[in-house]
């Protein structure tokens, strides 16, 4: 369980794929000081992706990523030198800041306009149709883990507002028109709105 508020970006060192059928893939992500005190098993949401430390080195963790994971999140794009969002999981007792986040990827949404405003930054994103269903104007969303409230809702495109802060301490700050971003719908409307 996670929250939505990122902690920092890690770096990642290397990332293999079985390229001949994308069907796992081994990541390697300098966490900094968000590696102390983790160990193996612990569940880290990397943009947003609820993933397990497999091996860890000082501050370097290893995370095993299964071919479904990446056909429905943006990992499968990651590269050595990217950077990503960073979030450990929930301890019991701690103050929820953001949404309850379970780090399962709904699927990609694709930026199409990034508009400067004088205090935030307004994102829009298209998200695919079975998407846009769970989705309310003022509700909330994660994208690429960050947790966010929807400003419009317009079919299937959504816009976020960044303020500076939160585009200083994630991964948002280097998007560009035409990226993919994590989506993960929020849980509860989800299970207002599913029929499935």
């Given at each position: 369980?996670?929250?939505?508020?990122?902690?920092g970006?890690?770096?990642?060192?290397?990332?293999?794929?079985?390229?001949?059928?994308?069907?796992?893939a081994?990541?390697?992500?300098?966490?900094?000081?968000?590696?102390?005190?983790?160990?193996i098993?612990?569940?880290?949401?990397?943009?947003?992706?609820?993933?397990t430390?497999?091996?860890?080195?000082?501050?370097?963790?290893?995370?095993?990523?299964?071919?479904?994971?990446?056909?429905?999140?943006?990992?499968g794009?990651?590269?050595?030198?990217?950077?990503v969002?960073?979030?450990?999981?929930?301890?019991v007792?701690?103050?929820?800041?953001?949404?309850?986040?379970?780090?399962?990827?709904?699927?990609?949404?694709?930026?199409?306009?990034?508009?400067?405003?004088?205090?935030?930054?307004?994102?829009?994103?298209?998200l695919?149709?079975?998407?846009?269903?769970?989705?309310?104007?003022?509700?909330?969303?994660?994208?690429?883990?960050?947790?966010?409230?929807?400003?419009?809702?317009?079919?299937?495109?959504?816009?976020?507002?960044?303020?500076p802060?939160?585009?200083?301490?994630?991964?948002?700050?280097?998007?560009?028109?035409?990226?993919?971003?994590?989506?993960?719908?929020?849980?509860?409307?989800?299970?207002a709105?599913?029929?499935?």
């Amino acid at each position: 369980m996670f929250t939505g508020i990122i902690e920092g970006q890690g770096i990642v060192k290397k990332f293999d794929i079985k390229t001949q059928n994308r069907s796992a893939a081994k990541m390697g992500i300098d966490l900094g000081n968000l590696a102390k005190g983790l160990q193996i098993g612990d569940s880290v949401a990397i943009n947003g992706v609820c993933l397990t430390a497999t091996h860890i080195s000082k501050k370097q963790a290893e995370f095993e990523i299964i071919g479904e994971t990446l056909k429905k999140t943006n990992l499968g794009m990651i590269k050595s030198g990217d950077k990503v969002n960073i979030e450990r999981s929930l301890k019991v007792g701690e103050r929820m800041e953001g949404h309850f986040v379970l780090g399962h990827i709904d699927g990609t949404g694709k930026i199409i306009k990034i508009e400067k405003l004088s205090k935030e930054i307004k994102f829009w994103i298209e998200l695919p149709k079975d998407l846009a269903r769970f989705v309310v104007k003022k509700g909330s969303i994660t994208v690429d883990g960050i947790s966010l409230t929807l400003i419009d809702v317009l079919k299937n495109k959504i816009s976020i507002c960044i303020i500076p802060h939160t585009m200083k301490i994630t991964n948002l700050g280097s998007k560009k028109i035409g990226d993919k971003v994590n989506i993960e719908t929020d849980i509860l409307g989800k299970y207002a709105i599913s029929k499935d």
